[in-house]
């Protein structure tokens, strides 16, 4: 670093993001089950918005995403004047850093919370803080014993990446009810589609004055490299947003790429009945292996080995046989590894090899 210019104090304390691995040299028939993608890729109807994106190149996009907001409050029953568009629900956590939360204020999560919340905090420079989490579960208690004057901002995964647990709506109504007036609660929805009978908490989004909700389209609806996320949140807060956000931060593309498969009813209806069948599947094969995982409400799986240095020759030997699943140590999980539910020939592999990997441990 030079010694006259210096970023703002914090920044250089940000531990850079690791994505999940995507190639093994001299290898051409690698499975990545690292970063939660959809196995059967974006659906027909975007692929086809995405072609035709290619005519309006030399247009700017609109400022104000109202065709996309339109889609998603019909598709969801949510106003759209309350939706706010970013490049990923990533951009929308970090909007919301950068808007509510300063030095000497707290962003607070749970112990194997998503990565990013403690990036965005940290750029804002503001303090991250950590509650615990009981059997790899939210707890509430917990966060509410860590929260306190300086908390600004308590971001919630449900499910959660990288465990699959989730929380019940009664939970989080009670955690809402109970933190500081000054502190918002950011509900992340990334896996919520997958959850059983879960709406993201946006019904709790329209009672409340202290609630926002993030989504994605990189999970469910296969656009990870697109990058389109949204948030639904009070009108004082997403008006605070809109001021963050840069007028043209999503592309005429992301934005008809996105419109497009929220409508392809038969995509989504695929994806999610094959992962909640290759879930299930792969997590009683790991089970019956001796692998224990947590009931998972997303589309990986977490699989618990014995300690960190079995979880590491595991990840060896799927490696050497051309499978890539993500270590979690940097989520405090050193004896896990996180496997995303491929499709059926994805998941017979990567359990027929961490099969001959036990084998070999008894
Ligand atoms: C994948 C993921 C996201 C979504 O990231 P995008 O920026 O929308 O691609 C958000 N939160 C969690 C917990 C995730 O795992």
Known sequence: ????????????????????????????????????????????????????????????????????????????????????????????????????????????????????????????????????????????????????????????????????????????????????????????????????????GAALVDTRKNVVMTRTFSKLHGLGGLRIGWGYGPGHVIDVLNRVRGPFNLSNMQLAVAEAALADTAHISRSLSENARWRDWLSERLTALGIPTDYSHANFVLARFRDAEQADACNAALLADGVIVRQVGSYGLPECLRVTVGDEAACRRVAHVIGMFMEGQA
Do not use: W
Request: proline share 6%; glycine share 10%; aromatic share 8%.
């Open 1 to 200: 670093m030079s010694a006259q210019i210096r970023p703002q104090p914090g920044i250089m304390d940000i531990a850079l993001y690791k994505g999940g691995t995507s190639a093994i040299a001299g290898r051409d028939d690698v499975l990545k089950l690292s970063s939660n993608e959809n196995p059967f890729g974006a659906g027909d109807l975007a692929r086809q918005a995405y072609l035709r994106a290619g005519h309006d190149l030399h247009r700017y996009p609109s400022t104000d995403h109202a065709a996309l907001r339109m889609a998603l409050g019909a598709q969801f029953g949510l106003d759209p004047e309350r939706i706010i568009c970013g490049a990923g629900s990533d951009e929308i956590i970090s909007f919301l850093c950068q808007a509510y939360a300063g030095p000497g204020d707290e962003v607070l999560y749970s112990q194997h919370g998503f990565l990013m919340y403690r990036i965005s905090a940290q750029v804002a420079g503001a303090t991250p803080v950590v509650a615990p989490e009981t059997d790899r579960t939210t707890d509430v208690d917990a966060i509410l014993a860590k929260a306190g004057k300086r908390t600004k901002l308590v971001f919630i995964a449900n499910p959660n990446n990288p465990t699959g647990t989730m929380i019940p709506l009664s939970e989080i109504m009670r955690l809402a009810k109970a933190l500081p007036k000054q502190a918002l609660l950011v509900l992340d929805g990334a896996y919520a589609e997958y959850a059983a009978e879960y709406d993201g």
